[in-house]
Structure formats: structure tokens, C-alpha cells
């Protein structure tokens, strides 16, 4: 069976956050489609959101029961779910869900991964090693160092090449072979899972005014403009650096189609201002597709019923169409 027909491998996700609720809306949403997906959770935490539930042994039986209830291959909770109250009592199930789902894509039994959002500092008390799914997934995959977060809506794709460090840090990381590196897996990565044949790459400045030709900083002309050079001698479509304050706007969007950004927030305030709802997280550079919706845990309103799903649709969604694209190429 092609990849673009498997089901997707879902994540249970923090279980005190919106993770469960929203599984339960994306499931309301999608279950007369053709994007089945099975979650690695509990059980009868999904069902306290008003929906069948069903606990399936292998992956493949997600497919036959997704139009009836939602698949559930269980994974035990360590601790008891107080929505809202986060518990790094149960950082192990969360890790092991991801690790199973990665498992899962990586045998071919799953089109790809969608995460539901952790908290990072809940499993960093627990001792979780890594400051994300992003570096996670990519150590699971045994490509550590490859990995490359974009976000991405309707309006607008943008990749930070440094990713959840500090600002100081990501000054300090900031160097021409990261910005290669980073631009070079997202070409091949919109070529590949996009179906984009000559990726618009417009590369972001880092100082204001880009700089102002060293009146306000020289990172433009000491480390972006070489590696614009460099990937322009790889035959890409690159511009800039672009002033990170105006390359936002509606006529200035129209004219790329990914945004290399210099670090976290320059990157992901225009994508999740202009629409947080279908946001998508995905990792590029891992042998397996992988999707999250944008936002996070949201503990302030878990377990209310307000949560909404649509990011998480639209996450599920976009890891199918990339798994088609990527079987076809
Ligand atoms: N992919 C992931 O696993 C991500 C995890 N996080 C984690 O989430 C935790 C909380 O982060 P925050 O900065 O508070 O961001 P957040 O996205 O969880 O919440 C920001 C605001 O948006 C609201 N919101 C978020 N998602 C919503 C939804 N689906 N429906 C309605 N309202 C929604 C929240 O109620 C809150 O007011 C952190 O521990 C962070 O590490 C944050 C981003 C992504
Ligand atoms: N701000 C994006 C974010 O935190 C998502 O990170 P990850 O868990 O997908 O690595």
C-alpha cells in the first residue's frame, strides 16, 4: 500500500493540555475524509470529550474503524490527567508515544507523524534531554543536527535557522553554513513534499533595516551575503537579505515562497499573526513527514471545551498531502 493511503500516527501530547480535546474535534472534523489517523494515547482520556473511542492492537486496523470511532493504539499514563495541571509524572508516556509513532512512520506502517504539543518545561523537569520535538525527532531518526522547523499557513511559509535557543545563543549560532545548510534542506524539502519545482527563497536580514549597509550591524555583509552567494552558485532562486520589517507585508509575500528567517520569533510572530489557525510546525529533513499544529499546550483553557481544532486539521491534512507528494517524487 502507498504511504499516501496508510493512516497517520497521531500523539497523545501533553495529556493535561489541549491535546485530547482538540484529537477529539480534529476526529469530528475528518471522520467521513480520507485522512485516517490512529492516536498513540489513552483511551479513555479522548473519551471524555464526547466521542466513540476504540483501542486497535496494530496500526492497519485504523483505516476500517476511523469512520466509526477514533483508533487508539493505548499507551499507559504514569499519573493521574488533571486538565490544565500539567504533571511531569507523565513525561514518559508522552516521550514514548513520539518514539512509537516515529517507529511507526520509520516501518512504513504510517504516512507520517503529527504531534499533539508538549510543554517543553514539563518534561525538561523530568529530565527530557532536548529542547523540543524538533531535535527529538530528528535524534529518533538518527539524523541529529539535520533538522529543520517550518511553519507554514495558506498566506505564508518561514523557516528560523536557529531554532529554541536564547537570543543571545542564536546570535551566537548564527553562521553562514547554518544559514546553508537550513536553506538547502528547505529547497529540497519544498521540491520534495511541496511539489514546489523552483522554490522562491527570500533569506531574511538579522539587524534593522537589514543593516543599512553596516550602519547598523554587519551580520548582512559578514555572514548572510555569503551564504546567499554560495546557494546561489548552487542554481537556487534566493533574494535579500530582505529588512525582516517590511519582507511581511501582502506584496512582499507574493514575491517568495519560503522565508528563511535568522531566529525563532522573527520567524514565527508574521506566521502565527497573520493566522494562527491553519498554522502548521513541520520538520524537514527527517526520513519521515512530520506535522504539528502551531500552538502549544494552551493549559489555560484545557478541558473547558473551547479549544479549536482547526490547526491540528489542517496539521493532519498537510502531513497526507506531503506524504502523497513525497511518493510521487
Ligand atoms: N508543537 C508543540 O509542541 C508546541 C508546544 N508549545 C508549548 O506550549 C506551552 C504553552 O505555550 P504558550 O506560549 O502559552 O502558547 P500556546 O499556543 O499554548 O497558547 C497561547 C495562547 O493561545 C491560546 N490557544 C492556543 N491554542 C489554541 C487553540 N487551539 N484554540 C484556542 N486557543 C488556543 C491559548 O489559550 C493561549 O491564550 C509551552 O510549554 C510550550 O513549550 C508551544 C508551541 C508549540
Ligand atoms: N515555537 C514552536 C515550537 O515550540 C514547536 O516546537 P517543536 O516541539 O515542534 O519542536
Known sequence: MPDGSLPLALTMGDPAGIGPEITAGAWRAMRQGTTPFAVLGDAGLIGR?????REITTIAQAAEVFAHAVPVLPVGLQAPVHAGQPDSGNAHAITTSIARAVELARNRQAAGVVTN?????????AGFAYPGHTEYLAALCNVPGREVMMLACPELRVVPVTIHVSLRRALDELDTSAIIAATRTTHAALQRDFGIATPRIAIAGLNPHA???GSMGTEEQTIIAPAIAALRADGMDISGPWPPDTMF????????????CMYHDQALIPLKTIDMTQGVNTTLG???IRTSPDHGTAFDIAGRGVADPSSLVAALHMAMRMAK???RS
Open 286 to 288: 527527517l526520513p519521515i
Open 249 to 260: 507585508t501582502p506584496p512582499a509575500r507574493a514575491r517568495y515562497d519560503v522565508a528563511m
Open 325 to 327: 507528494h513525497r511518493n
Open 211 to 213: 543593516g543599512e549597509d
Open 49 to 53: 470529550h464526547d466521542v466513540p473511542v
Open 117 to 125: 504539543p508538549i510543554s517543553k518545561i514539563v518534561l525538561k523537569k
